[in-house]
């Protein structure tokens, strides 16, 4: 059977046993009775004045032990080249049916986009100004970002381009969980990428996750009181999902005494939506 059988079968059982998460999410995904012409599918969209647009980065230096996203940590220069000059494409035609909207948000997610250079930002945020010209004053422009791929220039580059929003991934604040956790760097590299970011913009979020392998409830207050330290904007504290085909889950097949039970993660939400309460978060 090839990939795209593989894929009609899935879907029409309701079932995709492989799991690799993408956007938008598996469940969107459904075979149309007819094929169906983009002038339709701009035909029947919204008729709002206002567009959101996201912008897929696929790559990554390493993949974390938990994560099932749609990317690729075989990057090279030349699939980075190629993969912007294709995405420049899409934006210019997206332009054509599109581009009469006023853009409220942009969001660069996957995957890491802070792996592409100046040079590839300035040809999709060049490609953007061309594709969808009208922009809200009030436009949010997101870049998702992991501590150890970038440096000062990439962010001042980012700002000089409008970009008024870093997301990054922190995760945990103790080394052996960040180890554990698939990421090779330091957490005084985490803790300098978030002085880099919560200097240069006015919006920052965090990501952090509870119940990595070796966690205690300690650990996590330790790591959630590490990061509110900086007061960012937002943080996001997510429970670890495992999921199939992940190293976290031969990992927790192995030593399931090392994670926390999903009991204890129900425990923690409630625990943290308490503590982020009393600090002001909402
Ligand atoms: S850096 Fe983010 S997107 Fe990349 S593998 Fe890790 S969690 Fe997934």
């Not at 974390?64 to 749609?70: A, G, I, K, Q």
Request: charged content about 20%; hydrophobic content about 35%; overall charge positive.
């Amino acid at each position: 059977m090839n990939c795209l059988d593989f894929l009609r079968t899935s879907i029409a059982k309701k079932e995709l046993p492989t799991y690799v998460y993408g956007y938008p999410s598996k469940r969107a995904y459904r075979v149309f009775p007819q094929p169906l012409r983009i002038t339709d599918v701009v035909e029947q969209a919204s008729r709002s004045k206002h567009i959101n647009i996201y912008i897929h980065i696929p790559f990554c230096r390493y993949r974390c032990t938990y994560c099932t996203l749609f990317l690729t940590t075989r990057q090279n220069p030349a699939t980075g080249e190629s993969y912007v000059a294709r995405l420049a494409e899409h934006i210019a035609r997206y332009g054509e049916y599109f581009g009469d909207r006023e853009v409220v948000s942009i969001y660069f997610g996957s995957g890491t986009p802070t792996l592409l250079t100046q040079h590839q930002f300035r040809e999709l945020f060049a490609a953007l100004e061309a594709a969808f010209p009208k922009r809200s004053r009030k436009r949010e422009i997101t870049v998702e970002s992991a501590p150890d791929t970038f440096d000062n220039n990439l962010l001042d580059c980012l700002k000089a381009f409008g970009v008024n929003r870093m997301s990054m991934g922190i995760q945990t604040m103790v080394p052996g969980e960040l180890a554990h956790s698939g990421r090779p760097y330091s957490v005084e590299t985490a803790e300098a990428g978030i002085k880099a970011l919560t200097e240069r913009f006015s919006h920052v979020n965090l990501d952090l996750i509870y119940g990595l392998r070796g966690q205690t409830r300690d650990s996590w207050n330790f790591s959630l009181g590490r990061a509110l330290d900086y007061e960012s904007q937002t943080l996001s504290l997510y429970p670890v999902v495992v999921r199939p085909m992940t190293n976290i889950m031969t990992s927790k097949a192995h030593a399931p005494e090392l994670f926390f039970s999903d009991a204890d993660k129900y425990e923690v939400y409630d625990q943290n939506v308490a503590l982020m309460a009393s600090k002001g978060y909402r």
